[in-house]
């Protein structure tokens, strides 16, 4: 029995990891480098959500733990195993599914996702420069025959910038460890299923279900480990009183059973047992409510609006002939691996350049502006879907949002009716989100009733109705002009402006 490491999680309550991942992976400088990027970009509206990319890969890598620990003999009780082959595949795949989890986010930007769109400045070729870096690393690490395969599903995996930089670090800098733990574990490491898990990229091989069953365990776009942590670490962390998700109760009804798919071929899934519908209902439930009243706050929109739009104003000081090859330095697989690139980083960059307005207005809070309206119900009520009886004229929802929520030519046009407002002094900074309502895919969560596979969407149709995405725009102004604005009258105003109105119908 291997020596362990007893980590006490407020979420998980006690981890254990074998002191060789410790000694090898988790002491090492570079994951060591999450416990300085910010899990999230809430704590500027929940101060107690002091979480970090470090605890939750070790709570990803938790949960990944329980889930192929529990499945080991569900596989083998399976009647007529037709692809489950051997212990020493599914052993295999366990290990390297539990590295890959820990490793998973081992690659994230500063700031978490507020920043790794920067990470798709540099192209090469047409696509993105660590696209060609993953695969220049992988080709090196397995057969060709393996990697003219993997190509040819990588390009329908569409992996997020963080995603591809954490399987690049995974089987650069990692690529002796993963091996020398394998090894002690008697199998061997699988550079090409690490980076499938991590980047969420199935085998199109009919002959591969068990590995893309352990794949969407971690990357998937219904229920995965990864969603599963952070779901619950977001909700309890920063203390916002939502639903309870019984991750152990899910985890324990994880069952994996034979399906015939839509070309009429058997192939092997996982499923979740009747009992666990009330618990997926939460994990539903629980994540829109982190999208619909944390992730989209206005403070939250606001505040990830100026770091983001800071570091290209600082660009611009830093590198006025060529400002995205200064982004493109610091947002690179590079200068992690080198420099352990970190929110530290970008705080003493923001410190250096506080001279400029919107990179001082994240320092000095009382100085930011204030949103007219503070959430997507508040704006559904002042701008209808439908407004045919007006007298200001027909205005379009849609032609608002799209003009508004531009970064082009048209949406300056409108920040300047505004500014002619008669209200002097009034600017206004224009953010466009969205509510992620429909972000967990219900369709693809099976569930296992009465011998019979449902998909969740199917049984829980009513009291879940599929809600596209939901964007809308918040608008910023001082805080001294709000306060004495008729907020009403200034929205009228808005709707007034002429390339707003409705289309007549063709």
Same mark, same amino acid.
């Given at each position: 029995?291997?020596?362990?490491?007893?980590?006490?999680?407020?979420? $998980?309550?006690?981890?254990?990891? !074998? #002191?060789?991942?410790?000694?090898?992976?988790?002491?090492?400088?570079?994951?060591?480098?999450?416990?300085?990027?910010?899990?999230?970009?809430?704590?500027?509206?929940? *101060?107690?959500?002091?979480?970090?990319?470090?605890?939750?890969?070790?709570?990803?890598?938790?949960?990944?733990?329980?889930?192929? /620990?529990? %499945?080991?003999?569900?596989?083998?009780?399976? *009647?007529?195993?037709?692809?489950?082959?051997?212990?020493?595949?599914?052993?295999?795949?366990?290990?390297?599914?539990?590295?890959?989890?820990?490793?998973?986010?081992?690659? $994230?930007?500063?700031?978490? $996702?507020?920043?790794?769109?920067?990470?798709?400045?540099?192209?090469? +070729?047409?696509?993105?420069?660590?696209?060609?870096?993953? #695969?220049?690393?992988?080709?090196?690490?397995?057969?060709?025959?393996?990697?003219?395969?993997?190509?040819?599903?990588?390009?329908?995996?569409?992996?997020? *910038?963080?995603?591809?930089?954490?399987?690049?670090?995974?089987?650069?800098?990692?690529?002796?460890?993963?091996?020398?733990?394998?090894?002690?574990?008697?199998?061997?490491?699988?550079? +090409?299923?690490?980076?499938?898990?991590?980047?969420?990229?199935?085998?199109?091989?009919?002959?591969?279900?068990?590995?893309?069953?352990?794949?969407?365990?971690?990357?998937?776009?219904?229920? /995965?480990?990864?969603?599963?942590?952070?779901?619950?670490?977001?909700?309890?962390?920063?203390?916002?009183?939502?639903?309870?998700?019984?991750?152990?109760?899910?985890?324990?009804?994880?069952? *994996?059973?034979?399906?015939?798919?839509?070309?009429?071929?058997?192939?092997?899934?996982?499923?979740?047992?009747?009992?666990?519908?009330?618990?997926?209902?939460?994990?539903?439930?629980?994540?829109?409510?982190?999208?619909?009243?944390?992730?989209?706050?206005?403070?939250?929109?606001?505040?990830?609006?100026?770091?983001? $739009?800071?570091?290209?104003?600082?660009?611009?000081?830093?590198?006025?002939?060529?400002?995205?090859?200064?982004?493109?330095?610091?947002?690179?697989?590079?200068?992690?691996?080198?420099?352990?690139?970190?929110?530290?980083?970008?705080?003493?960059?923001?410190? #250096?350049?506080? !001279?400029?307005?919107?990179?001082?207005?994240?320092? /000095?809070?009382?100085?930011?502006?204030?949103?007219?309206?503070?959430?997507?119900?508040?704006?559904?009520?002042?701008?209808?879907?439908?407004?045919?009886?007006?007298?200001?004229?027909?205005?379009?929802?849609?032609?608002?949002?799209?003009?508004?929520?531009?970064?082009?030519?048209?949406?300056?046009?409108?920040?300047?009716?505004?500014?002619?407002? +008669?209200?002097?002094?009034?600017?206004?900074?224009?953010?466009?989100?969205?509510?992620? %309502?429909?972000?967990?895919?219900?369709?693809?969560?099976?569930?296992?009733?009465?011998?019979?596979?449902?998909?969740?969407?199917?049984?829980?149709?009513?009291?879940?109705?599929? %809600?596209?995405?939901?964007?809308?725009?918040?608008?910023?102004?001082?805080?001294?002009?709000?306060?004495?604005?008729?907020?009403?009258?200034?929205?009228?105003?808005?709707? #007034?402006?002429?390339?707003?109105?409705?289309?007549?119908?063709?």
């Amino acid at each position: 029995m291997k020596d362990v490491k007893i980590i006490r999680d407020t979420v $998980h309550g006690y981890i254990k990891i !074998d #002191k060789d991942i410790v000694n090898t992976i988790i002491d090492s400088p570079l994951f060591q480098r999450l416990r300085r990027i910010e899990q999230t970009s809430m704590r500027c509206l929940y *101060p107690s959500a002091r979480h970090d990319r470090f605890i939750h890969s070790i709570g990803t890598y938790h949960l990944a733990k329980q889930i192929s /620990d529990s %499945l080991t003999d569900k596989f083998q009780e399976l *009647p007529n195993n037709k692809f489950f082959f051997n212990d020493e595949l599914f052993n295999k795949l366990r290990i390297n599914f539990q590295l890959a989890a820990l490793l998973h986010d081992v690659g $994230h930007s500063p700031f978490s $996702h507020t920043l790794e769109g920067y990470f798709k400045l540099e192209k090469l +070729n047409h696509d993105i420069k660590i696209n060609w870096q993953l #695969k220049d690393a992988l080709s090196s690490c397995i057969k060709s025959e393996e990697y003219n395969e993997f190509k040819k599903d990588y390009i329908k995996s569409n992996p997020s *910038p963080h995603e591809i930089v954490s399987a690049f670090i995974a089987i650069t800098s990692f690529k002796i460890e993963l091996q020398e733990l394998c090894c002690s574990r008697e199998t061997v490491v699988d550079y +090409n299923f690490i980076v499938r898990a991590i980047t969420g990229t199935l085998y199109s091989d009919s002959n591969k279900s068990l590995e893309n069953c352990f794949i969407k365990l971690l990357n998937s776009s219904a229920i /995965d480990v990864d969603k599963l942590d952070y779901i619950t670490r977001d909700s309890q962390l920063s203390g916002y009183d939502n639903v309870k998700v019984d991750t152990e109760r899910l985890i324990s009804s994880i069952t *994996p059973c034979y399906f015939i798919n839509k070309n009429n071929k058997e192939q092997l899934i996982l499923a979740y047992n009747k009992t666990a519908l009330s618990v997926i209902q939460n994990v539903v439930t629980c994540r829109n409510l982190l999208y619909t009243w944390i992730y989209s706050h206005h403070k939250v929109q606001y505040e990830t609006y100026l770091i983001s $739009h800071s570091i290209k104003e600082i660009a611009q000081v830093e590198n006025t002939d060529s400002p995205n090859e200064f982004i493109s330095s610091l947002f690179s697989a590079e200068n992690i691996k080198q420099n352990y690139f970190c929110d530290d980083d970008i705080w003493c960059l923001l410190k #250096k350049h506080r !001279d400029i307005p919107c990179v001082n207005e994240i320092f /000095d809070r009382g100085n930011q502006k204030k949103a007219l309206w503070k959430s997507f119900v508040e704006f559904k009520e002042l701008f209808p879907e439908e407004e045919f009886n007006l007298k200001i004229g027909d205005f379009s929802v849609e032609n608002f949002k799209s003009i508004a929520g531009s970064d082009g030519e048209e949406a300056e046009e409108f920040k300047e009716y505004v500014r002619s407002y +008669n209200e002097p002094g009034i600017e206004a900074k224009l953010i466009k989100t969205s509510i992620k %309502l429909s972000s967990i895919d219900r369709s693809a969560i099976l569930i296992l009733l009465n011998g019979n596979i449902y998909s969740y969407n199917t049984l829980l149709e009513e009291m879940n109705p599929n %809600l596209s995405i939901k964007n809308f725009l918040y608008i910023y102004i001082d805080k001294e002009i709000k306060s004495n604005m008729d907020i009403l009258e200034f929205i009228r105003y808005i709707k #007034k402006y002429s390339k707003f109105k409705m289309m007549p119908p063709q």
